[in-house]
């Protein structure tokens, strides 16, 4: 089953505009990452933020963190066309020493210019 | 570094036929990861390695699957005999460490395979 399912599931928005993508997983964690992919391409991974942390920030990338919750959004700022991809987060299901991730359906974001 | 090297990029052959496919990590990189992407199910873990030992093959979808790790710098996913539903792009990636210990992971370009 997954455990990261994103929200929405695809979405329009004008260039300059803010992109607000939300993930929510079942299981504890000791991380979650997001990661991008562009058309035709592998995952890029864009940021990972730690169970003991609520918010994190890399250059336009916003990522919050609630743990009580089980989610996590992903905002970009000031959207541009080249932000034009799908995004997935990933969790490692709470068990520090696995090795692997388990990712979400995604978020397919189309950025008009 | 190159980054994680997958190969073939495309591959087409007829329902039957025995494919390879072939990855090599990043240099110094511990973990190694194949998955499997379509549209319908999205993407989907095959199996993983840590220090070329095959830890979680709870994803390979039959005995038609088989992974292997010979060295820190190769490895190959087999489909023996190949049906039409095994058409999807196929990722190769790997980490420096384990995914619970803050290590993120690298993919490599996917090969997309087509099975006739």
């Known amino acids: 089953s997954q455990q990261g399912e994103e929200d929405p599931q695809a979405l329009s928005i004008q260039e300059g505009e803010n992109a607000t993508m939300n993930c929510s997983y079942k299981?504890?964690?000791?991380?979650l990452q997001w990661y991008r992919q562009n058309s035709g391409r592998g995952l890029v991974h864009l940021i990972l933020i730690r169970s003991n942390e609520r918010e994190k920030h890399s250059g336009r990338l916003r990522v919050t963190l609630d743990t009580s919750k089980k989610s996590s959004s992903l905002l970009i700022t000031a959207s541009r066309a080249a932000d034009t991809a799908s995004y997935f987060c990933?969790?490692?299901?709470?068990?520090?020493?696995?090795?692997?991730?388990?990712f979400g359906q995604g978020t397919t974001l189309q950025v008009k210019p | 570094d190159a980054g994680v090297i997958q190969s073939p990029r495309h591959e087409v052959t007829e329902m039957g036929q025995e494919v390879t496919l072939r990855c090599k990590p990043i240099s110094g990189h511990d973990y190694l990861f194949w998955y499997r992407q379509t549209m319908m199910r999205g993407l989907e873990l095959l199996i993983y390695?840590?220090?070329?030992?095959?830890?979680?093959d709870s994803g390979m979808p039959e005995d038609r699957f088989s992974a292997k790790m010979p060295n820190a710098s190769f490895s190959t996913l087999k489909i023996q005999p190949s049906e039409p539903r095994d058409s999807a792009v196929y990722f190769c990636?790997?980490?420096?460490?384990?995914?619970?210990?803050?290590?993120?992971?690298?993919f490599g370009p996917g090969t997309r395979l087509t099975v006739l």
């Open positions: 390695f840590n220090n070329n030992v095959p830890i979680d």
């Open positions: 990933a969790t490692d299901g709470g068990s520090s020493n696995t090795g692997k991730l388990i």
């Open positions: 299981t504890s964690i000791n991380n």
């Open positions: 990636a790997s980490s420096l460490g384990p995914s619970g210990t803050y290590n993120e992971q690298f």
